[in-house]
């Protein structure tokens, strides 16, 4: 269980007790399993909104984006920021990284996240109009943070200092990714076909991500693999949306 509470201190802002994984990769395989939490969680903030003012839809949504935000601690969020500085900005790969590592929030970073709030506020929005969509959303989140774990475990950190996403990059331990698969390939038995097209574009795009990061900055850091986690999000919700 020490591999769960790691995963959970590391994607949520849940307090948890417990002691951590004597190694963080332990904590790879759980990562779907705190998604689908999330999810639900999420979910379940949205519904019962809509359950007890049926009409107000748009606040259901907004309910679910400021859940969201609450239970992870706006930690993908500040990567995508970071990250779309640093991209922005231009330059070589030490500047870009450094713009990256500056906790200051500049023009193209403030842009970015307003544009992902929307599309998942949209995303949500629709959703929340179909029977079992909570569902869905559990799958776009387990799937989201299994291909991140993917991403992070088959990469090399790219900044030669470290830094807080240092010990989950490189492991390359296969084991306990297969597992994290199977474990959001279990929603083929809940919504089938959505779960399937979910899977190849979330692999799909970890996977060009991937090689983005190492042509631009020679591996990932943790902002990156937070802005994977948003973009990964919100490309999975619109595809369930389209689908269903």
Aim: proline share 3%; hydrophobic share 55%; glycine share 14%.
């Amino acid at each position: 269980m020490r591999g769960l509470i790691t995963a959970l201190r590391t994607l949520t802002a849940i307090p948890v007790p417990g002691r951590d994984a004597r190694l963080l990769a332990d904590a790879l395989p759980y990562f779907p399993v705190v998604g689908a939490l999330l999810g639900l969680l999420v979910s379940l903030g949205g519904w019962g909104l809509l359950a007890a003012a049926p009409e107000w839809t748009a606040g259901a949504a907004a309910l679910m984006l400021l859940l969201e935000i609450l239970l992870t601690g706006g930690l993908h969020t500040d990567g995508l920021g970071d990250a779309a500085d640093a991209l922005g900005a231009g330059g070589d790969r030490r500047r870009a990284l450094a713009i990256m590592k500056d906790s200051r929030q500049g023009s193209f970073g403030v842009v970015a996240i307003v544009l992902v709030l929307l599309f998942k506020w949209a995303a949500y929005l629709r959703l929340l109009e179909l029977v079992g969509g909570w569902k869905l959303v559990c799958l776009a989140f387990a799937v989201s943070r299994q291909a991140t774990a993917h991403l992070a475990a088959f990469q090399t950190y790219a900044r030669a200092g470290g830094g807080t996403g240092q010990p989950f990059v490189g492991a390359r331990r296969v084991l306990p990714i297969i597992v994290g698969w199977l474990i959001v390939a279990g929603g083929l038995l809940v919504t089938a076909r959505p779960a399937a097209a979910a899977i190849i574009l979330a692999a799909g795009l970890a996977w060009l991500f991937g090689r983005w990061c190492r042509a631009r900055y020679g591996g990932v850091t943790g902002d990156l693999l937070g802005a994977h986690t948003e973009i990964s999000l919100v490309a999975v919700l619109f595809l369930l949306v389209i689908l269903t």
